[in-house]
């Protein structure tokens, strides 16, 4: 049974920045393309960026260009979201989540991914 874990959230000052990890067990993580989402309160999920299981190639939405770096170590069976100059507007609920199927691309739809963590939650503020 695959399972995802995000830990590395908590409190950061606005201009700070915030490393997430994403750790997957009970499947061959090299597999599985990895996408990062966030809620925030009030909002519905919405997709950050993900990486693919073939040769990490990444593909992020557009508010999260240039902020947000997604990474993985297959041999930690762990994924990365890093998060720099980060907004009181980015505090949320983050989200791993794992597509058996994101081999030559990842997708940022929700609803592609089968496997989800619980979250973990980051809050920007002074």
């Known amino acids: 049974q695959l399972q995802l874990a995000e830990s590395g959230g908590g409190l950061v000052q606005p201009g700070g920045s915030l490393r997430l990890s994403c750790v997957v067990s009970?499947?061959?993580?090299?597999?599985?393309?990895i996408g990062w989402f966030r809620q925030a309160p009030g909002k519905e999920r919405e997709a950050i960026g993900c990486?693919?299981?073939?040769?990490?190639?990444?593909d992020y939405t557009d508010a999260a260009k240039g902020r947000f770096t997604i990474t993985r170590e297959n041999a930690k069976n762990t994924a990365y979201l890093q998060m720099h100059a980060v907004k009181p507007e980015d505090t949320a609920v983050y989200f791993c989540?794992?597509?058996?199927?994101?081999?030559?691309?990842?997708?940022?739809?929700?609803?592609?991914?089968?496997?989800w963590g619980r979250g973990t939650q980051v809050t920007v503020s002074p």
């Open positions: 990486i693919n299981s073939e040769d990490d190639t990444t």
């Open positions: 989540a794992a597509d058996r199927y994101g081999v030559n691309y990842c997708r940022l739809q929700r609803d592609e991914y089968q496997f």
């Open positions: 009970g499947v061959r993580f090299d597999v599985y393309a």
